[in-house]
């Protein structure tokens, strides 16, 4: 049997740009709220691009926020999460010490060879389950991210990605415009994308101009996250598809963005 | 000794909760979660004769306490259920209601004579889905439509039937007569409530098909009021529905005369959601001294 909604404790809940923050929690103990543990085995789980459902709250607002992972470490979790409506609003004002009840892992993840020449491309909060992916690779690889206005988390991409290109539209860091401006796909074997749709589908037809496969990490309005609602199918060339459980990550070439 | 055992026509719930149409698949995503033989019965997703692809752009859309959805049926058809998705249902020892929805009578009759070759143990007659364009929803807007669909379908189906209205029905109560007449074995209500929402900054609904359904929280004290008034008015079992999140809006629901509720939108808030309510309801039958559920039944 699968784990059904635990609870976390959180470690910090901090702001690392507008309306962006960055929280760290660990499992509770089923018996205690006070008691934390930091073993591996008792800890939270999940690959790169795998997510988990979120809330802070009984039943208003009524549904979970999806949120992917940033990254494990000794069974501590990071998720950065941009705030966006009511949800992350509060999940913003959380301290110290607070709870969060937590679903997951859920959905399918990246899959790649760690050997292979990959290309990261992100877009705005799109880096999240990127860092995590990134943390994990030892092949060779180079990070493409483009931000709005203010770049956040570059200090550990940098650290560890030789090839960093960054971009924002305001041109504050990096190139002013876009991070498709940058990218140039012939050069790897596989390409791995998350951020908004458009910059999504762009990333996408330039790989397939050159034949390079690239996987796309979607985002779609949920309701259970664990494939029964069918609130967030997307269509794709075979078929509709849940992005809570075929997903959220996808071959580019099989999903319909036009739709 | 507690006994939380409920029969309708003639078919036995080991208690009274149902996962409602729709919100539960087929089972197989909660089975990995929770034993699903713990449940009373199991309603499946909407099944249409043939297969559907459901609605395209935004599906769902949260509002206060409640949520709107516009999936539109998305089903792998008659058959594709009775090859797929009965056999690992059927496995699963609890009771098997198949939701059949359409857009003619025709499409219903055809739908109902394949399931009754099956081991499904009762139909539950979607005659009222909002979500697809057309036929579904005025079957269960007008008492005078439904008498005849119920009535067709009725002579097609040798398994014991449900009706499930809709609370966009003309009028509730004549509804529920309605399909009485026509010979249903029991009715499950309500379904969803026809509602919409705008996105101010693209001034465009944001459902494409501009309707959604509202389930939730938000529903509960209309979707109770309608199970009271019907419950009154005509003498077949009733299985109420409509933004249970607990085992006390359950109880509620029984005392209006419901014989079984149904969980629907509380099982996207927690998975087990079933499972803390039918324990609740054990636990407030011990506390209150109920032996069986027939105590509290339509006791208000």
């Known amino acids: 049997m699968k784990q059904g909604y635990r609870k976390g404790i959180i470690h910090s809940n901090i702001q690392i740009a507008t309306n962006i923050y960055e929280i760290k929690l660990s499992p509770c103990h089923p018996e205690s709220d006070s008691i934390s543990l930091t073993m591996e085995e008792s800890g939270f789980q999940g690959k790169p691009g795998q997510f988990y459902m979120l809330r802070g709250w009984e039943l208003d607002p009524l549904l979970p926020r999806p949120i992917s992972i940033c990254d494990i470490s000794d069974g501590i979790i990071t998720f950065l999460y941009e705030v966006r409506g009511r949800g992350t609003h509060i999940i913003s004002k959380l301290k110290k010490g607070d709870t969060l009840e937590l679903l997951g892992p859920l959905g399918n993840g990246f899959d790649l060879n760690i050997e292979d020449k990959i290309a990261i491309v992100s877009g705005g909060i799109g880096v999240a389950p990127l860092i995590y992916l990134m943390k994990g690779f030892k092949g060779d690889m180079d990070f493409y991210c483009g931000f709005r206005n203010e770049a956040y988390y570059l200090d550990e991409i940098r650290e560890h990605v030789d090839n960093t290109h960054i971009s924002t539209e305001d041109g504050s860091v990096g190139h002013r415009g876009f991070v498709t401006d940058l990218f140039l796909p012939k050069r790897y074997d596989m390409v791995l994308t998350c951020g908004p749709i458009p910059m999504m589908n762009r990333v996408v037809e330039m790989c397939k101009d050159k034949n390079v496969p690239v996987y796309v990490s979607m985002e779609s309005r949920m309701a259970c996250g664990i494939g029964t609602c069918l609130g967030c199918t997307i269509e794709t060339t075979s078929g509709m598809k849940r992005v809570c459980k075929e997903g959220p990550v996808f071959s580019g070439e099989e999903v319909k963005f036009n739709d | ?300």
């Open chain 2, 1 to 300: 000794m507690i006994n939380t055992k409920v029969e309708i026509c003639g078919v036995e719930f080991k208690n009274p909760v149902i996962a409602a149409s729709g919100t539960f698949g087929f089972g197989r995503e909660y089975a990995e979660y929770f034993p699903l033989s713990r449940l009373g019965g199991i309603s499946s997703k909407g099944l249409t004769l043939n297969k559907k692809d459901g609605n395209k752009g935004t599906r769902i859309y949260e509002t206060a306490s409640g949520i709107l959805n516009s999936i539109g049926l998305q089903n792998p058809g008659i058959e594709g259920f009775i090859k797929d998705e009965l056999p690992f249902m059927e496995k699963q020892d609890t009771i098997i209601l198949a939701n059949v929805g359409g857009s003619t009578i025709d499409e219903y009759m055809v739908s109902v004579e394949k399931l009754n070759e099956t081991n499904i143990d009762m139909i539950e007659l979607n005659i009222s889905c909002p979500n697809v364009k057309e036929g579904g929803m005025a079957f269960g807007i007008k008492s005078k439509i439904a008498y005849e669909v119920v009535s067709e379908v009725r002579n097609a189906c040798t398994k014991p039937l449900i009706v499930k209205l809709s609370p966009n029905a003309e009028n509730i109560v004549e509804m529920a007569e309605s399909c009485t007449k026509a010979g249903a074995d029991g009715l499950s209500l309500v379904n969803t409530f026809s509602g919409m929402a705008i996105d101010i900054y693209n001034r465009k609904p944001v459902f494409k098909n501009i309707i959604a359904g509202l389930s939730g929280p938000c529903i509960k004290p209309i979707a109770l009021r309608m199970v009271y008034e019907v419950s009154r008015a005509v003498d077949i079992p009733i299985i109420g529905l409509g933004g249970i999140m607990n085992y006390k809006d359950a109880i509620e629901f029984i005392m209006a005369g419901a014989h079984c509720i149904q969980v629907g939108t509380g099982n996207f808030i927690k998975p087990d959601i079933s499972i803390d309510i039918i324990e609740g309801i054990e636990q407030f039958m011990k506390e209150e001294g109920i032996e069986s559920i027939e105590e509290i039944r339509g006791v208000i």
